[in-house]
């Protein structure tokens, strides 16, 4: 049985979260290294590390000794997926309302 994963969006309600996926925008980083970005031990820091993991968001690299944090693109595919689904429903909307208004437009332009 594949174990389930993490929900995307619980993932990433933790202002601290988005803080660390905005810190491997620049580069890739131990544990320790973002444990010294923030006011909070580096167990916490663990701790969110392993919901992103958990989500798709990053995924860890041993190298070495060390292990490093790296973005992935998972967690933000479902992010997007779901954002897409929302905008292709806004669009539908909006081009209904165009047509409505055009149609409307019309008819009085006749009379």
């Not at 389930?4 to 990433?12: E, L, T, Y």
């Not at 290294?33 to 041993?62: C, Q, T, W």
Request: net charge positive; with cysteine.
């Amino acid at each position: 049985m594949t174990p389930m994963r993490a929900d995307a969006f619980q993932a990433i309600s933790d202002v601290n979260r988005r803080q660390i996926l905005n810190l491997l925008t620049r580069n890739s980083y131990t544990i320790n290294s973002l444990a010294e970005n923030f006011e909070m031990s580096r167990p916490a820091v663990s701790k969110h590390i392993k919901i992103l993991y958990g989500a798709g968001f990053i995924s860890i690299e041993d190298i070495g000794r060390e292990r490093y944090c790296i973005l992935n693109q998972d967690g933000f595919k479902e992010l997007q997926g779901w954002i897409n689904f929302f905008d292709k429903f806004w669009e539908t909307k909006l081009k209904k309302l165009e047509n409505l208004l055009d149609q409307k437009a019309k008819n009085e332009n006749k009379k």
